[in-house]
């Protein structure tokens, strides 16, 4: 396989003039698939501010409930990537057992989206040389951690992001979210038309780097992708 990742993103709707962060998520898709799950109120949010998010989808969460949730994002205009199956510590892993864990959620995503290849977040963000040599997509970690994972509050989160968003240090960012959190769910409400009303667009990993003409390549680990 070739160690260039083929960004087919649609970036008609961007205009790479205007500031732009990526914020994703991990660890869906959630059970139950309804209104008030944390994950459709996330969906919900920035689809209802005309934006798009990515969203890493792990297999241990994956069943035909659950897949509702993922086909929901694609038509939504959302990414869907990858989280692996199990979500291990991936240096742990031998390259083949790397390699399992990366292929179980590929054809899920390639069946619903109708796409060849899948950005991967590494689960924890850990990644060695080894990991870099042996997976063959690009590996997204952050430039911007809203610590949900660490109990922070929705209004932490708040503060972190417009703190960020007013000093200007969020143009470009990846952030890291979790779907699997009300807390979370809540900070996004509020920060979604909060971050258009200052100009900012909420895109996809794939459609910012597409967007800033910055290449993504396999085996090389993001966190943000500031203007050429």
């Known amino acids: 396989m070739s160690r260039t990742y083929n960004n087919v993103a649609d970036i008609s709707w961007i205009d790479p003039k205007k500031p732009m962060v990526a914020i994703s998520f991990d660890d869906g898709p959630v059970d139950p698939v309804c209104e008030t799950s944390s994950a459709i109120r996330i969906q919900n949010a920035i689809a209802k501010a005309g934006m798009h998010a990515t969203f890493f989808y792990w297999g241990n969460t994956y069943n035909e409930t659950t897949r509702a949730e993922i086909v929901r994002a694609q038509e939504l205009g959302f990414e869907i990537a990858n989280h692996t199956k199990t979500h291990p510590f991936l240096p742990q892993l031998t390259p083949e057992e790397m390699k399992?864990?990366?292929?179980?959620?590929?054809?899920?995503?390639?069946?619903?989206?109708?796409?060849?290849?899948?950005?991967?977040?590494?689960?924890?963000?850990?990644?060695?040389?080894?990991?870099?040599?042996?997976?063959?997509?690009?590996?997204?970690?952050?430039?911007?951690?809203?610590?949900?994972?660490?109990?922070a509050t929705a209004q932490q989160m708040i503060d972190k992001i417009t703190k960020a968003c007013e000093n200007g240090s969020l143009d470009g960012l990846v952030v890291l979210m979790h779907e699997t959190y009300d807390a979370t769910a809540e900070a996004v409400e509020y920060l979604a038309p909060y971050l258009k009303e200052r100009g900012y667009q909420i895109v996809t990993v794939s459609e910012m780097f597409k967007a800033r003409g910055a290449q993504l390549e396999a085996g090389v680990v993001y966190g943000a992708c500031p203007k050429a």
Not at 107 to 123: A, C, H, T
Request: aromatic share 8%; net charge negative; charged share 30%.
């Open 100 to 151: 399992a864990e990366v292929a179980f959620m590929e054809p899920i995503l390639k069946e619903i989206s109708g796409r060849e290849q899948f950005l991967l977040r590494p689960p924890y963000l850990s990644v060695d040389q080894v990991v870099k040599d042996t997976i063959d997509v690009p590996l997204i970690s952050c430039g911007l951690d809203s610590e949900d994972w660490n109990k």
